[in-house]
């Protein structure tokens, strides 16, 4: 029953472009959301949690506050940013689309070498319990 209570709430998904540190290089699409759902979805283990992310993505990237104890995890690029908030959403969560950085910090963006294929609701593992009960 926790798992539907924290589907029927709103899941803020925060969408927002972050500059990098290469010269002339334009800002970066990034789009994360909390943890625990992302980790619901597309599964966890690796480096923060973003073994999940790598496998559907490519790569991942982990935003954390100290201070609350609180984590976001995503991914960055305009296409993947988009597939990853409407995958949230087929998933089944209400998103709350937010634009601007979490309240965190960037602590790790990591990814593979190689571009997995195009992810959809169907190539991805769901550990999400709320899943098994239908």
Wanted: proline content about 8%; hydrophobic content about 35%.
């Amino acid at each position: 029953m926790d798992a539907l209570n924290e589907m029927l709430k709103e899941t803020p998904v925060y969408t927002f472009r972050i500059s990098t540190l290469r010269r002339g290089a334009d800002p970066t699409i990034i789009s994360v959301a909390p943890r625990n759902v992302v980790q619901a979805i597309f599964g966890g283990g690796g480096p923060k949690g973003i073994a999940g992310l790598d496998k559907a993505f490519g790569g991942g990237t982990v935003f954390e506050n100290h201070r609350s104890g609180g984590a976001f995890l995503g991914v960055w690029g305009r296409r993947n940013a988009s597939r990853f908030c409407a995958l949230i959403r087929q998933s089944g969560y209400m998103v709350k689309a937010i634009s601007e950085p979490p309240p965190a910090r960037q602590v790790l963006s990591a990814k593979t070498n190689t571009r997995p294929p195009r992810p959809t609701l169907e190539s991805i593992v769901i550990v999400d319990p709320r899943h098994d009960e239908q």
